[in-house]
């Protein structure tokens, strides 16, 4: 149980959006489907925000972070991947994985669940509303609507005939179109709607990379107009409607969308780790906890671990800085030797190095350093992009009043997606990655040295899913009604990452290989493998380079296919103890069934095989999959094709599991009159468990995380319909956290992500407040203020503090910690991070949780009036201010907060013309949107806020 009390406070729960208003004082009714029917939103006992088409087009929504800047409880950013890995937050319940498959808000398309985040935005074409139903709603929605849902509500056929045109014309290169007809096919029995918009942008941010014009095959980043930001997307939909008879309604949908995003805005810092384990740049961006690390190569003579180490800095602290910054060269030192050539310690067994030494091979030659000359502002490879994603969304619904007090509602949906990231990896482009080999483990191998634009892609996804769901609902009595229901899904999830080494995009002057083009590259997509550099003369017979060319650059790594069948049966009762006070019981029992088979480990060595030629280490001469052959539990190396790892643990090809979950609610509600409401639940939330592709069989499946919900609320309208007002506050017990952790049993390499597991529990509370106050029959104001605190409870603890930050890795420290293998590493700290050393300060008990602003605030300023020819005017100025953001565990690093203002003008005519000019960011605010950290290269992928952004749509209603 908690170990803290409900705060003494009161929040209010309201539509972000202004409803239009008819006349003085009267509150257009919003009717909203959150509880499975049709409800006005001011009578559902939720805490709800719900936009219509008419708010979502005059205040041009084009995504999710539109929705969360008019909606006070919801987090959400696009970030450098333009929302491919982004998810929603709502309440502070931010997923601890940032990749898992599944999200803590589940997001629903005309009742049809979208798994993916790279689903999440689905275009706004043809949308009559989006409802933002916060707490947990497992009993109603089903699995994993842990902290909430979203729902997206597409137009159905109506009966009149209707039609429009309309085109959207706006700053740096924004057009869009849209066309939608609707209507009678057969008169009374079969109607029809169709929707097809388009929509182009170029993008707010300048792109400095010097060949941004480069124009690949393919999207990309690239093209003539020299920004990134943009987007090029194809929405459509068309929908039927068969009344059948007075008391069954047919609605089939099929919603379709293509979407290619560019990268936003932004820039990447990266920390010692990068410089020194991976050698993959000399720079070293971090502020904070200074360590001296150790490389992953030998030294020059070819003898142990301990030749080579780099001093730097692994974490940032403070604010995240709007520019990229220009730091000295890291580099390595070179350790003290005597005269036998033997490495210097001091008594307490430290290294000694030389100060301002650097004998690694940067391209620049032996021994040799230079300056920092990556470009400041956005500069990114032409060549990588945001996001494409391909999604196909089927519905099929009948609604049957069978008679005056039963009836049934049946939902069918059928899901395929396809989805594909690409970000480049380097810290400066025009550098790119070096690839470099110091060691000497065959005789006669020479050092090499080439650049390269390494690119990542994860996931890489392919999706299909199947489900049906039927609901019966019983009202024959004024004292009671219930309903009952069933659930089943199918679906077949295929995912892979792809690590690909490019030839190098830059200019001749920071060309450090006469062998390279450093423009031929600009024009090839990345994951392209042809001209990859790993093919150059140079690299043969070089032992690392080799697997990364012939079995990892460009391929399958961590392929994985994941089958699961849900089943589901659920059930609601609700009593009315006097005709305003009503108890309700919602329940729902859940059966997983789930299938993994992994097809690829991290290297994209196929399970139970091996890459001939090559390892990892000195005089290593296969390297074995760490998924196992079929039948087996150890690899077992074949007698032609030996290796050291005869014998190590592996994890199985496939696995199957079956998860069940019980998710009860249980509410009150209470109409004081016929203007205020109280309510109150406990809920059940949960998010299901699953499987890792992952090395070690004790890290193969992870379990489901739950938590327990406590609300109380009122909704109110006062002042004779003057102002509205409902009130909430919450209580939420997190239990279980998934959260990333380092993978166990495995050479760790750049492709190495984290796997799921349970790290432990969340406490959280907060409030929300909204509200509408009517000044005159033209002129009101809107509201809102929401307060949350989730933070880690004691003993959870940040695997990566001490295996990629070595936080505080102090000799207190130190003789708690263990190696990789578990042994402990006891008391042999000397200041250096040996070679897969863990050491640090990883409890990050109190601390907040990531990418969770505690405080968010809206006001918005609307005036309309009516002309005297039969126009109206609709003006909107509205602002949203979010507090700062942690975006590391430690809660070292943040995002500050900012305050931004958008506004609308809409003059609807009589009969036909509607026009709107729209602004947003109207105050030009630079701010950092976003981060995404990756431990094992101490970085940080820093997004940008687009700028001030202006446009007119003009609409013609036929």
Known sequence: ??????????????????????????????????????????????????????????????????????????????????????????RGLRQGFAQDRVQNVAIFLDGVYLSRQSMANM?????????????????????????????????????????????????????????????????????????????????????????????????????????VGGWDDETYNLGFTWLASENVTVDTGYFNTSLKK?????????????????????????????????????????????????????????????????????????????????????????????????????????????????????????????FKADTEVMTFSVNWDINDVWSLAYNMGYIDHEGIQVGAASRDPLWGNSLTDNNADSPGRADVEMQSNVSSSRPIIELTTVSHEFRFDWSGSDDYSFSFGGYYSDSEDEQFSQTTYNPICTTADRLYDADQDPERGCYEPFGDNTYSPLYEAEFQ??????????????????????????????????????????????????????????????????????YAGSGFGVGETNSYSTICAEGETTIVTDPDAPSSQEGDPCISRTAEDTFHYFTPKYSVDWQINDESMIYAYIANGLKAGGFNNTSDPDQGTYDEEVNWTYEIGSKNVLFEGMMQLNVAAYIVEWEDLVGGVAPTGVSESPNAGSVQANIGDVENYGFEIDGLIFINENFSVDFGAAYTNPRYEDDVKYADAKTAYYYECTPENLLTDTNPDGTPIGGNFDAVIDFDENCGNDDIGGN??????????????????DFDNGWTMNLRLNGNYQSRQYIDPLNLAFIRSRTLWNMSMNFQGPEHWEFTVWGKNITDKEYVAGSFHIGIFNKHIVSLGAPANYGATLKYNF
Not at 848 to 865: H, M, P, R
């Open 1 to 90: 149980m908690s170990r803290f009390k409900l705060p003494l406070v009161c929040a209010v729960v309201l539509p972000a959006q202004l409803a239009s208003i008819s006349s003085f004082a009267q509150i257009e009714e919003v009717v909203v489907t959150a509880r499975k029917q049709s409800e006005s939103l001011q009578e559902v006992p939720l805490a709800i925000t719900a936009f219509s088409s008419e708010t979502m087009e005059r205040g041009d929504f084009v995504n999710l972070e539109d929705v969360a800047g008019n909606t006070v409880g919801l987090n959400y950013s696009g970030e450098s991947s333009s929302g491919y890995q982004s998810s929603p937050t709502i």
């Open 123 to 227: 275009g706004m074409v043809d949308m009559e509303r989006i409802e933002v139903v916060k707490g947990p709603q497992n009993s109603l929605y089903g699995r994993n609507a842990f902290a909430g849902a979203i729902n997206y509500v597409t137009k159905k056929p109506q009966e009149e005939f209707e039609a429009y045109v309309s085109t959207t014309q706006g700053k740096d290169g924004r057009e869009d179109w849209k066309v939608s007809l609707n209507g009678p096919l057969i008169e009374n029995v079969l109607l029809a709607r169709y929707t097809i918009g388009r929509s182009e942008y170029d993008g707010p941010f300048d792109n400095t990379h010097p060949l941004a014009s480069a124009d690949p095959t393919g999207f990309s980043n690239g093209g003539s107009d020299e920004k």
């Open 262 to 386: 560019e990268s936003q805005g932004g820039y990447i810092m990266g920390g010692v780790r990068e410089v020194a384990r991976f050698q993959t740049t000399p720079f070293n961006d971090m502020n904070f906890n200074t360590v001296t690390h150790l490389t992953n190569v030998a030294d020059k003579a070819g003898g142990s671990f301990e030749g080579l180490a780099s001093t730097g800095n692994t974490l940032w602290k403070g604010a995240l800085p709007l520019q990229p910054v220009r730091v000295p060269w890291s580099g390595g030192l070179d350790p003290v030797l005597d005269a036998n050539g033997d490495i210097v310690k001091d008594a307490n067994g430290q290294i000694q190095y030389i100060p301002g030494t650097d004998n690694y091979n940067w391209g620049l030659g032996d021994g040799v350093t230079g300056p920092d000359e990556r470009r400041l502002g956005t500069n990114l490879d032409p060549r990588g992009f945001g």
């Open 541 to 610: 017979g070089v032992a690392i380079y080799e697997l990364f060319r012939d079995s990892w650059s460009g391929q399958k790594a961590d392929y994985t296919i994941f089958d699961e069948q849900v089943y589901a049966v659920f059930a609601m009762f609700e009593y009315n103890l006097t005709p305003d006070l009503s108890f309700r019981v919602e329940a729902r029992y859940t059966e997983e069934d789930k299938e993994i088979e992994r097809l690829t480990d991290n290297f994209a060595i196929p399970a139970g095989g091996y």
């Open 848 to 865: 907040d949780l990531i990418k969770v602003s505690k405080e968010q605030y809206t006001l918005g300023f609307n005036y309309s009036d």
